[in-house]
Every structure is written in structure tokens, then in C-alpha cells.
């Protein structure tokens, strides 16, 4: 069946630092692939998504890219700040099923 | 922008009793679902909902957990005879068409003594 397995939390950088949070998937056929975010005391929000081998999705300096040979939708920024401070969610959904499968969420801490 | 609101934001309730989970979708939205994130561990998938009838739903949406659209704008989760197992954040999403995004609410913490 479909997973998606991301790095452990929590991650703790300094402001301005580069992020990287690992994600990998396993899925029968092309799933599209999300990156969704949950900033404190609020609900899960869409932060970019690609819906094919080597699409780039980007928003708010975070970028990720489709990557089938490794399937992996690793995502980056160059340079964070404190207001990043979330917990990061990648997810898949293949196209008969529509249902989000999600890994399980890395808490990013930015500090000043 | 508009939102889907959750309420309420955290429940406790005694196992065996039954809850119910209420979630606004946006108003012109047509597909409706719930997941659910027990502490430490994968948000997953319980139901989706079309048409007024449940168009998908997993393996953990047992005969214990019922969804309704009572009228033109909730959407309902109930759980019939809550276990401890069942304590998690609980999350609604509607989106207008399986093409777009999801619109998630905050979520609703459910804990059962």
C-alpha cells in the first residue's frame, strides 16, 4: 500500500538557517505529493504540492521536488525565520483514492 | 478568507459514551472528510463523504463511527461507544472538487477517560 515516511523531529535551527526535512514514498502508479503545514493552535494548511516526476513545487521560499527514481519530496528554504516554526506534514494521494496519506509530522523550532 | 470551523476545541468524554464531532465546512464545498492523528503517530484517513452518502472510507471507520450532514452546513462524526484508543485530534477537511486542495479545520482533541 501507499506510505510516506518522514525525518524525525523535532528540528531546531537558528534563524537564516537552510532547511531540509526528508520525505520518502512508497505508491503503486504517480501519486501527487503535498507538503501541508499546522502552525499553533491551527488547522493543517496546503503548503505546496507537485503532481508529477520533476515538478517543483514552491511557496513562501519552501520548494520541493518530485524525485521518482528516488521517491523521495524532500523540502527546503534557504534562509528561515522564527514565523516557519510549524509542524511539517508531507503527504501523498494516488488518483483512484483521492484519501491524503500522510507521514507522521516534523515539528520545526526556529530560533532568534 | 473563509475557513472550516471545528467544534468543540478539545473534548473529554468517558469511555462507552457516545461523541459527537462537529465540523462547518465551506459553504460551496462538496466533498467532505475526516481524519484523525493519535498523538505521535500518522494523521489518518477515516471517511469521505459525497453526495450525502460516504463515497470512501478506511479500515479504522468501523461500525463505531457514523458521519452525517444533518443539514445544509455541518458535518457530523459520531462515535458510538468511544474506546481509550479512540483519543486523538480529529480533523474535518471539504474541498469543492477532488481536483483542488483541501481546507482543513483546526482540529478537535478528543480524550477519552
Known amino acids: 500500500g501507499n506510505s510516506v515516511t518522514q525525518m524525525e523531529g523535532p528540528v531546531t535551527l537558528s534563524e537564516e538557517a537552510f532547511l531540509t526535512i526528508n520525505c520518502t514514498y512508497t505508491?503503486?502508479?504517480?501519486?501527487?505529493l503535498f507538503w501541508y503545514v499546522q502552525y499553533p493552535g491551527e488547522g493543517l494548511q496546503l503548503l505546496l504540492k507537485?503532481?508529477?516526476?520533476?515538478d517543483k513545487g514552491s511557496n513562501k521560499g519552501f520548494e520541493a521536488t518530485y524525485r521518482k527514481e528516488t521517491t523521495s519530496f524532500h523540502l527546503e528554504k534557504g534562509s528561515v525565520q522564527v514565523s516557519d516554526s510549524a509542524v511539517y506534514f508531507c503527504?501523498?494521494?494516488?488518483?483512484?483514492?483521492?484519501?491524503?496519506?500522510f507521514g507522521k509530522g516534523t515539528s520545526l523550532l526556529v530560533t532568534p | 478568507e473563509p475557513e472550516v470551523t471545528q467544534t468543540p476545541s478539545h473534548q473529554v468524554t468517558q469511555m462507552g459514551q457516545e461523541v459527537i464531532l462537529r465540523c462547518v465546512p465551506i459553504?460551496?464545498?462538496?466533498?467532505f472528510y475526516w481524519y484523525r492523528q493519535i498523538l505521535g503517530q500518522k494523521v489518518e484517513f477515516l471517511v469521505s463523504?459525497?453526495?450525502?452518502?460516504?463515497?470512501?472510507k478506511s479500515e479504522i471507520f468501523d461500525d463505531q463511527f457514523s458521519v452525517e450532514r444533518p443539514d445544509g452546513s455541518n458535518f457530523t462524526l459520531k462515535i458510538r461507544s468511544t474506546k481509550l484508543e479512540d483519543s486523538a485530534m480529529y480533523f474535518c477537511?471539504?474541498?469543492?472538487?477532488?481536483?483542488?486542495?483541501?481546507?482543513f479545520g483546526s482540529g478537535t482533541r478528543l480524550t477519552v477517560v
Open positions: 503527504a501523498l494521494s494516488d488518483h483512484s483514492g483521492y484519501a491524503l496519506n
Open positions: 459553504s460551496n464545498h462538496l466533498y
Open positions: 463523504f459525497y453526495n450525502n452518502e460516504i463515497s470512501e
Open positions: 477537511a471539504s474541498r469543492i472538487d477532488p481536483n483542488y486542495g483541501y481546507t
Open positions: 505508491a503503486t502508479g504517480y501519486p501527487s
Open positions: 507537485a503532481t508529477k516526476a520533476d
